[in-house]
């Protein structure tokens, strides 16, 4: 795949989305701690590592795909 063919505001905009759930679980399990039900705020905060785990993969992807077009531009 040339590095044209990346369609590199999919991945940011699929990032941004991970995020903006990320934090919305986030801010839920704050009012939770805050309410005083630091059970219930640890089980909503659990749901966060699936979003992060996506969110890294999506950003390490996308920098290996910036070098891999970086290294084919260098050798053309």
Known sequence: MA???LNIGFYLDEIVTRLT???AIAKAAV???EAGSTREALRIVLDLDEILSETTTLHSAL??????QRNAKGAA
């Open 21 to 23: 759930d990320a934090t």
């Open 63 to 68: 920098i290996l795909a910036g070098r891999l």
């Open 31 to 33: 009012a939770c701690a």
């Open 3 to 5: 590095g044209e063919d």
